[in-house]
């Protein structure tokens, strides 16, 4: 054979050799990296291959050129971060549909039947949900609120100002018609701004069954069992038993739990330099008024291993006025830097109350938490009696209350230095009495009441950051 073509064909397989390789590559593209979140805090990067028997599997590099396979319990798991940042709802009192189970999504509501609601999620499709499974409906604006009404009935809040209960169903071209036994009435859909729908007597049967709940970049929070990774997406099957699959670029983030939430509404407040007597315990007893199922763990000691523990069964660590706090306390405040950045990466919540001594201000400030300046109180004319707008941002933590709050007694405002970028939540030309900002998945939030003075406004703040501004 001559040398000419014992080169070409040398090439030849050279050229084969190098391009095989290539082209199943294209056939499959290089899976995106997750972060995955483990029950103890620990989190690993890697790339999700398949859910199985309650299992995750999934790769991730160990060094620059080997990978490992990992098989993990799903209930060891805590989150599964995509990485896709979440977006701005210009709408957030737009119409929304909340679920017993703790679904919250956001669409269009498209008809009521006699057993569903047929709801149009966005980044879903449409979606069919027994009327059984179903707490709210809203339409319009903020959240009316509870009613005085017997759950047994539906109960509608009209535009106009009206609130009927009773029966509820639809007529052709979108007329709700409520009725009872002394009344039958009908609303046209475009007039109604909720619904509330019965509590079921029948008692909700215990499901062991594994609990997923979708976090999408556009706020809807959708929970279901028997999750899956399908090649459009992430997939599961919610309340009413038809599977649905979420785009993975839609998603923010994907938490696992058993369906008994308990874990998720847990309050951790740390009370070691509180007047334990006073707006420590005025504080407490406003959560258990408006949040009664909540867990709340009592902590007066100092960080230690107790409150480790307690912060990770957490979902809020709340931190009411620490009155006996004169001075920096810098050792406390590296101590609890890691674990608020452990915690703050899981999508809890810290929240300071009573923001109002240089103790305080010193802890915040080595805890690179915040870096705040007090305005003083004595010479501040908004500190009690003053009507405080809330700025744009601050309509996370204004629902139900109004665009404005009036302050009461012992309201200090805070001025935001530059070191650590925060954003104020309410605003006066004095300065800010509430300030917060975003870290990792969770909030800080630092408010100028201590609460020794409350009124309805105030306990509607408190409540409203400790249930979350997403």
């Known amino acids: 054979m001559k ?63 080997t990978k490992s396979l990992i098989k993990l319990d799903l209930r060891k798991l805590e989150h599964l971060d995509f990485g896709n940042e979440r977006l701005f709802r210009k709408d957030s009192y737009g119409e929304r549909l909340l679920l017993r189970d703790g679904s919250l999504l956001y669409g269009s509501f498209i008809k009521l039947t006699d057993r569903s609601l047929h709801f149009e999620v966005e980044e879903m499709g449409l979606l069919e949900v027994p009327r059984s499974e179903i707490t709210k409906l809203i339409r319009k604006g903020d959240d009316p609120g509870k009613s005085d009404v017997a759950p047994a009935a539906h109960v509608v809040a009209t535009a106009e100002g009206d609130l009927l209960w009773g029966d509820l169903s639809q007529q052709e071209g979108g007329t709700l018609t409520i009725s009872r036994k002394d009344l039958k009435a009908t609303a046209r859909i475009t007039s109604v701004v909720s619904v509330i729908f019965p509590v079921s007597a029948r008692p909700r049967e215990k499901d062991e069954r594994l609990m997923c709940r979708i976090n999408t970049r556009r706020g809807s929070l959708i929970a279901g069992t028997d999750p899956k990774v399908e090649q459009r997406g992430f997939s599961l099957v919610p309340s009413g038993g038809r ?32 007047d334990r007597n006073d707006e420590y315990r005025k504080t407490i007893n406003i959560i258990k008024k408006y949040l009664p199922a909540w867990r709340i763990t009592e902590d007066f000691s100092k960080i230690d291993a107790n409150f480790k523990k307690e912060l990770m069964r957490s979902r809020v660590l709340l931190i009411p006025e620490q009155e006996k706090w004169t001075a920096p306390t810098s050792s406390q405040a590296t101590l609890f830097k890691p674990l608020a950045e452990a915690f703050l990466s899981r999508g809890g919540t810290i929240i300071f109350l009573g923001v109002n001594n240089f103790g305080i201000l010193g802890f915040l400030k080595t805890a690179e938490l915040f870096d705040l300046d007090l305005v003083e109180y004595n010479r501040n004319p908004d500190s009690q009696g003053a009507t405080v707008p809330f700025t744009e941002a601050g309509r996370k933590i204004a629902k139900g209350i109004g665009t404005s709050f009036v302050t009461v007694n012992s309201t200090y405002f805070m001025a935001i230095k530059k070191r650590i970028k925060a954003t104020a939540f309410a605003r006066s030309a004095s300065g800010a009495p509430i300030v ?8 800080i939030i630092a408010m100028g009441m201590d609460y020794h003075e409350h009124s309805k406004q105030t306990e509607r703040l408190l409540i409203n950051a400790i249930t979350g501004l997403d």
């Open 3 to 65: 040398p000419l073509h014992i080169a070409y064909r040398s090439f030849c397989a050279l050229l084969a050799f190098l391009l095989v390789p290539m082209l199943y590559a294209a056939e499959e593209p290089e899976q995106k990296e997750y972060t995955f979140f483990l029950a103890n805090s620990d989190h690993v990067n890697g790339r999700l291959l398949k859910i199985q028997d309650g299992k995750a599997f999934f790769t991730f590099h160990s060094t620059a050129f």
């Open 243 to 274: 599977r649905v699959t979420v785009p993975i670029d839609n998603i923010v983030d994907v938490s696992f739990g058993t369906n008994n939430t308990r874990y998720r509404r847990g309050i951790l407040a740390w009370g070691a330099h509180c």
């Open 436 to 443: 917060a900002r975003r870290a990792g998945r969770g909030w």
